[in-house]
């Protein structure tokens, strides 16, 4: 991992065609639809996806499959021959797979400017990255680096691929928040088993599946004798809960995602799993669509009425409005052309592209991501009615809550410093890698299903912790170390950077808050604009700040004293962040953590709630309240962070959506 975040490679792809689809619908009387006159295109489906990450590309699919025409609009394109994006090791945020957001973390520019991985523009259009004592006379700031997944599959393209499903209790917040039972963990834990295809434990262990379609694996303990330093480093901190440290090697294979009653309050050492196929390949929502696609009749034609078309920026929802009635999604209005987004890296703000809608005759359901769909809903004038009436858009519904309730788990890695390097034994007959630069004679050697690629990395496994400000008797910390680098979050690659390499015998233990409390974070219009981004808050530390600096700052001095007792000669191991000067390390552990905090697990910004709660964008079966005809199926919808990883929490989300949907077709 730690070559995977520190690197980025260079482009493969051949962009494919932009529009695959299954024979359009029959024509019927009510696809005669208003907005041809005006010379826009326009068509007809029973229903229409905005976005193909890991909440809408199973809606998609599972629509289709029941028989419906589906639309399926995705703002990027499809990079499936881009081999960085079929190799988990490979895959990071590159110039054709990804949307550049600049988020604040703090509205204080004091306490903003104080962070070491701000990115900032200067004069000649170059990117620099430090914080802002540093910056050149000429840098204007741009904000926190937070890239989303802009192409088919969204982010599950672009993302590590860890798969830790969330503890039952996030599950049993939504059912007691909303009265709606079937959200309840058991309920949720037999979708997790209907779609799993687990790959790394006996078929029919209890609380998995293995015949379903999401690929899940994990390390089969073969990679640890290759690590000696990171296993001797992980020692004290397995003693510090009470196990064996002599008992290491089986811990490395423990599933993370067991199904025992208490899964979700054991501390220790366990395997971290991956959302990858049998040679670790990158299994993600883009693989549903594709396989949806591609399925065909014994005849040859498409078995299912789904239709994608990529480069395809949706800018509002288009509304039937009756009186005495609520309005009703009827469709999408889009923009056809690559690269239209104002975030995309390639963005030409003289490229037009070509106005078009889409019409369907049951439902709308937005995909579209934590960033994107609060600002589609604001642009098609559900919102806040006075932000609304800034952007000279009028509001159909008055909703307080679209864009608010923006949360993520907070990260830091605390890092120390060996006094040796961390080596990984070669296989006998591994090539060498260059992590994608060409020629890399991994690639090949993964195409075969051998090689470094194609097997787990040393990453692959996690620390569970629970702090003294746990608010339940639950872990509330996910941890995973990392030799020779530390993972401090993300800035663009081609940026000139101010920040040093890790030296040789680094060690970065990252950290992951669980359950973190601050839910003051926003999302508002920039613009009316669609092609603008939305102006990004998190607020960190806003609300709650005793409890989720207050864990960190537990970890970091926990973390300390598991460095100070790692055996000689790698040890002890000096901690070198958060700094400290000597004495009571605490107060200067959280200035640390509210300066150096980040995070890439945004979540929450069109909540599900309680019909009672204003702030409630959504109701339990994800309609939009105020309107008809339109859902929201995506990470936005979840009422507080799904674990430490969203990422199989949202494909879960998006197979009980489909199931909901279905039913009331």
Known sequence: MATKLCRYFTTLAILLAPVFS??????????????????IEVDTYDYIVVGSGPGGAPVASNLAKAGHSVLLLEAGDDQSADVSTQILQLGLPQFTNRWDFYVRNYADDVQQLKNNHLTWRRAD????????????????????????????????????????????SDWDFIASLTGDQSWRANKMRQIFERIEKNLYLPPGTPGHGFNGYLKINGNDGSIWDNNPELVETLKPMVASVGDNPAQIL????????????????TQGLFGLPFHVNQTWGRFSARNIILDTLNAKKPNGSPKYRLTLKTNSLATRVLFETKPNKKP????????????LYGADPRSNPSATGTTRQAFA?????????????????????????????????????????????????????????????YTTVPEPGDPQCTFGFPPDPCIAAFAQGTGPYARAGSNAHAFMLRTNHSTSDKVDILMFGIGNFAFRGYWPPEAVSNIP??????????????????????VKLRSGNPRDTPVINFNLFAQGAATDVGAMADVVAWARGAYGNVAAPLGPLQTREPPCGGGSCRAGDEQWIREQAFGHHAVGTC???????????????????????????????????????????????????????????
Not at 390 to 409: E, F, M, R, W, Y
Request: proline share 9%; glycine share 12%; net charge negative.
């Open 125 to 168: 259009g170059s990117l620099w990255v430090g914080n802002g004592s540093a910056a050149p006379a000429d840098a204007t700031l741009l904000g926190v680096y937070y890239p989303r997944g802009a192409t088919l599959g969204g982010s599950s393209v672009i993302n590590a691929g860890v798969s830790v499903l969330p503890p039952g």
């Open 607 to 665: 909540a599900i709630g309680a019909a009672s709660d204003a702030d409630a964008v959504l109701d339990s079966k994800f309609r939009v309240r105020g309107v008809n005809g339109l859902r929201v199926v995506d990470g936005s919808a979840f009422p507080r962070v799904p674990g430490p990883f969203p990422v199989i929490a949202t494909f879960l989300l998006g197979e009980k959506a489909s199931g909901v949907i279905l039913n009331d077709a």
């Open 22 to 39: 299954a024979p359009a619908p029959e024509p019927q009387d009510n696809e005669a639809t208003g907005g041809s006159s005006s010379g």
């Open 250 to 265: 089986p811990m490395f294979t423990r599933d993370l995602n067991n199904n025992s009653p208490n899964r979700d309050t």
């Open 501 to 522: 390499f890790d030296p040789p015998g680094t060690f970065g233990l990252s950290m992951v808050k669980i359950n973190p409390q601050n839910r003051a974070g926003t």
């Open 328 to 339: 009703r999604a009827i469709g999408i209005e889009y923009l056809q052309g690559q690269s």
């Open 361 to 421: 005759r049951k439902e709308v359901i937005l995909s579209a991501g934590v960033f994107n769909t609060p600002q589609l809903l604001l642009l098609s004038g559900i919102g806040p009615a006075a932000d609304l009436a800034t952007h000279n858009i009028t509001a159909l519904v008055n909703a307080p809550g679209v864009g608010k309730s923006l949360q993520d788990n907070q990260e830091l890695p605390v890092v120390g410093l060996a006094n040796a390097p």
